[in-house]
């Protein structure tokens, strides 16, 4: 019998045929290929606790709110560090609270420092709400986050407490330095020129005033020099 020769045609498509199994098979473990440049569902979403709002087409369901109308420029990252912001403001204010309770008691009495701390308090509370109207003007949602308790109730002497607040103080100031730089590296001019203006020049002032009053507590000791420094016009 005559073997039969395969055509050379016959021999190139089984040739390209087995080229094209490893292609095959890829492709079928990844459907996407042609998608590999598109964020994944996990890149898409909001890091949970962050204090931003996710902001979708206004469809129902979910996390996701609809876009403010008057929401331009305003990034994800700039409206969560300005809720973290708020949430430090209140904080700080409880401790200040704290403070003020402290030097009111009848073990202590001290009613200049009360009335001082008490302003210090109002003070961060007022800033919390400054700032959370500043994130409805922008267009963002104010996140409403858990407040920690202060530490302790227990402040020792003026001179102590007074370090305390220049502590607090310079942590806040480094908060605010951070929230202005979220704010510039994203180009929203609008949020760091009111940041800069409205919270960190006066921390700045704040800082140094503390400090003088804590030089001051430094040179006239304790007792009735403590005593003393608790009648001084600005308690």
Request: charged share 20%; proline share 5%; with cysteine.
């Amino acid at each position: 019998m005559r073997t039969q020769r395969a055509s050379p045609c016959l021999l190139l498509v089984l040739c390209a045929s087995v080229s094209l199994i490893p292609c095959l098979a890829t492709a079928r473990k990844d459907p996407n290929r042609h998608h590999a440049d598109m964020p994944t569902v996990q890149e898409e979403e909001r890091e949970p606790g962050r204090g931003g709002a996710h902001y979708g087409n206004g469809f129902a369901g979910g996390d996701v709110q609809p876009a403010a109308k008057c929401r331009h420029n305003y990034h994800e990252r700039t409206e969560a560090a300005i809720n973290r912001q708020i949430n430090l403001f209140m904080h700080v204010g409880y401790v200040y609270n704290s403070m003020a309770l402290h030097f009111g008691g009848c073990d202590v009495a001290l009613p200049g420092f009360e009335k001082f701390f008490q302003q210090m308090a109002d003070e961060q509370h007022l800033k919390a709400s400054t700032l959370s109207r500043y994130q409805n003007l922008r267009g963002g949602l104010a996140t409403l986050l858990p407040v920690p308790a202060p530490a302790t109730n227990a402040w020792g002497t003026g001179l102590e407490a007074m370090r305390k607040a220049l502590e607090f103080e310079k942590s806040v100031n480094q908060a605010v330095l951070e929230l202005h730089l979220v704010a510039q590296q994203h180009e929203d001019t609008h949020a760091s020129t009111y940041i800069q203006a409205s919270f960190l020049n006066p921390q700045v002032e704040k800082i140094f005033t503390l400090s003088q009053y804590v030089t001051s507590l430094e040179r006239v000791g304790s007792g009735l020099g403590e005593y003393m420094f608790d009648k001084m016009p600005q308690n």
